[in-house]
Every structure is written in structure tokens, then in C-alpha cells.
């Protein structure tokens, strides 16, 4: 039964919210139309780095995620606090200081006496002994620990976390429900019933982002991806469309690599779009080329095979979770070699690619589903 109720204790979200990740948005998205089942969303708080567009998008409370006072006032009245999901608690990104950051909002609801709770996070990389050491204090009180995969599970029992207490289920994003394209959409980018899923074409996404790895070599590698993104037009007579998942930091390389193309008929998605939107976005797919996380999940979802760009270890964890390692590319592999090899090794065995993906997406939307109901039950013993 839905709760409604202005002086209900609420709930707080903490995570990378309103930098405009699709990713992170997916996680979030996907809480906030599970959680608004039991509790209204005015009593759902998000803390986020922009609350004006958090609060427009998703019809929640939304505070400055760094303004103290506010997040000190939220917690005055909070029944449950939520750190999840996604890559939060690691020391390899944000200068290696957003793992202080998240722990620290931890210990800060503790101090207010609030339960909390670690959701749908894959934990690490961890380099920096004291950051374990703090991670092992914080969490060894933590009422509620679900994490997205076992590896996660295994690094919180090496820093000394008992296995038993931390539940792996599947990342919230399996759970997002998809949300219908605008017709301005459709139209621009010729999708929907109308048009036919491929227009006669393979219908290629490239989801691509900036890294350290890139910013390197960055004009090398820029013409590198240009004469890979040629070779799917050309030889493969595919319609591509580069897909920003952060449009602050896709879309400059993006631009960068159709500069440098040959073929002019590429398409970019530059409008953002909320994340259950872009959910169906990847529906009009055939098969996805993709760095980020995320990209490689909503492929799955959708049944569209892909080719994984390892550049993190939560993208070649998931993969091997799929128990599909021959999809995967290091991104030192994104060449025109490795990429006809990968795409003969898919066109060889679609069939038995589209099966497994089915058999794991409904795998892990019930693994979703489990952790969710968790969550909720948690939640519902304090607030109802």
C-alpha cells in the first residue's frame, strides 16, 4: 500500500546523480518507480549534483548533494539512508576522493542514528590501504549490504566483511521499465514501427567515452576510431549512430571522431534523453559497440548482441558473467582487424548469442527483482 504522507520520515538517495550519466540515471530511475510503489515520492529525497533537473525528471525531493546544511536538515527527518547504486565506493576515478565522499554520508546517517544501506554497488577497485581499512569500518555496521556481482562480494570478504552479510542480487537498471520515444525522435532518427527496426541495415550503436587511456594518444586514437567507424559504413553497408551516455563527456570525442571520418553519413544522438527513453532507443539497435556499462546492459536487455570495450573491470566482470568473454575488446584491440574478426565470430553465432542474452536477462531481472524485494521489506519495517 502506497504511503502518502508529508510528515513521513523519508528516504534519502545518495550517488552520482544529476551529472547527467545515463547510467547512473538507469540505477536511479529504476529505484525511484520501485520505491514510489511503497512511499510517495515527495518523502523520496535524491541528493544530486543539479536538484533542480533530478526534482523535473523524476518528481522527487532533490537537495545540493555537497551543500551540508541541506543534507544535515534531510537528515533530521530520514527513516532510511541509501548509498546505490553503481561504482561508488572505489578509488580509481573522481582523483580517488568520491569514496571518501560516499563512506563519509555513510557515517554522517549513522551519526543520526539511520538505518542504512549499500545497494546495488559494485565495490572497487580499492588501492589505497586506508581507504580499505575505512571501507571494512563503515560497512562492518551497515544494517543492509546488496552488491551487483560476486566480485564485489569477494573484495568486501578479503578486507573483512563476512560473505554472509553481504547479498549479491543484479544491477537496478534490469528492473527499469521503458519508456515510449517522442515522435520528434522517431522521426529525426527514422525509428519506430513506421520505419522498420534496421531501414534493409544493420543498425550499429557506438557508445564511446572519454578516458585516461585515450586522453593519452587522443589524436591517434580519435583517427583510429574515424577509420573503424568508415569500415562499418563501408564494408558492412550499416547505419551508425554514436550514442553520448554522458553528453558532457562523450560528445566532444564523439564530434572529434566524425570530423575525421571519410563518410558523412553517420548520426549523433545530441539530445539527451532520460534513461528509460534511451532504454528503448536500443531497441532500434542490431548490435551495440560499447564502452560503457550500461550500454553493454540495456544491449542485453533489448537481446542485441555487441562488442564490449574493456576498459574497466565492471565491463569485462559483467561480461564473463554473461559466460559471452568472446564479445570482448580492449581498447588497444579497436581496430578495423579485431573488430571484422569479432563481427564474423557474432554473424557465425547469432542465434546462439540472442539465446544466451534472453535466458541472462531474465536470469538477472529476477536476481533484480530478489534484491528489490529486500530493499523493500527493509524499507517497510520502518516507515509503515
Given at each position: ?76 527527518k530520514c527513516a532510511v539512508f541509501i548509498s ?106 527514422f525509428l519506430g514501427p513506421r520505419y522498420g ?188
Open positions: 500500500m502506497l504511503k502518502k504522507n508529508r510528515n513521513l520520515k523519508s528516504i534519502i538517495i545518495s550517488g552520482y546523480f544529476g551529472f547527467g550519466n545515463c547510467g547512473d540515471e538507469a540505477i536511479l530511475m529504476a529505484m525511484i518507480q520501485q520505491l514510489s510503489q511503497i512511499v510517495s515520492k515527495e518523502n523520496i529525497v535524491v541528493l544530486s549534483q543539479n536538484p533542480k533537473k533530478t526534482k523535473m525528471l523524476y518528481g522527487v525531493n532533490s537537495v545540493f548533494r555537497l551543500n551540508p546544511f541541506l543534507i544535515f536538515r534531510q537528515m533530521k546505490g547504486g553503481g561504482g561508488l565506493l572505489q578509488d580509481v576515478s573522481g582523483k580517488g576522493l568520491s569514496i571518501i565522499y560516499y563512506l563519509s554520508l555513510i557515517l554522517l546517517a549513522r551519526l543520526f542514528k539511520i538505518p542504512n544501506v549499500i545497494y546495488g554497488q559494485c565495490i572497487g577497485p580499492i588501492r589505497r590501504e586506508i581507504n580499505r581499512k575505512i571501507l571494512r569500518l563503515t560497512l562492518s555496521k551497515t544494517n543492509l549490504i546488496i552488491v551487483r556481482d560476486e566480485q564485489s562480494q569477494l573484495l568486501l570478504q578479503q578486507i573483512g566483511i563476512e560473505k554472509e552479510s553481504v547479498l549479491v542480487y543484479a544491477d537496478p537498471s534490469f528492473l527499469l521499465k521503458k519508456e515510449q520515444l517522442s515522435s520528434e525522435i522517431e522521426k529525426y532518427y527496426k534496421s531501414i534493409n541495415k544493420m543498425t550499429i550503436g557506438v557508445i564511446i567515452r572519454n578516458c585516461k587511456e585515450i586522453e593519452q594518444d587522443y589524436n591517434q586514437k580519435v583517427l583510429q576510431l574515424a577509420k573503424v567507424a568508415d569500415h562499418l559504413i563501408t564494408k558492412y553497408q550499416s547505419r551508425l549512430i554514436f550514442i553520448p551516455f554522458q553528453i558532457d563527456n562523450d560528445l566532444t570525442l564523439l564530434n572529434d571522431v566524425i570530423k575525421q571520418m571519410k563518410n558523412s553519413s553517420v548520426d549523433c544522438l545530441e539530445r539527451e534523453i532520460n534513461p528509460a527513453q534511451m532504454l528503448s532507443f536500443f531497441s532500434e539497435l542490431s548490435l551495440t559497440i560499447g564502452m560503457r556499462f550500461h550500454a553493454i546492459l540495456f544491449s542485453t536487455i533489448n537481446n542485441n548482441p555487441f562488442i564490449a570495450i574493456d576498459y574497466d573491470p565492471k565491463v569485462r566482470n559483467y561480461v564473463n558473467s554473461l559466460e559471452l568473454p568472446e564479445l570482448l575488446l580492449n581498447l588497444n584491440q579497436l581496430t578495423i582487424k579485431y573488430i571484422d574478426y569479432k563481427l564474423q565470430y557474432i554473424n557465425d553465432n547469432w542465434e546462439k548469442i540472442k539465446s544466451i542474452l534472453d535466458t541472462n536477462t531474465k536470469q538477472f531481472q529476477g536476481k533484480a527483482e530478489a534484491g528489490m524485494k529486500e530493499l523493500l521489506s527493509f524499507i517497510k519495517e520502518r516507515i509503515l
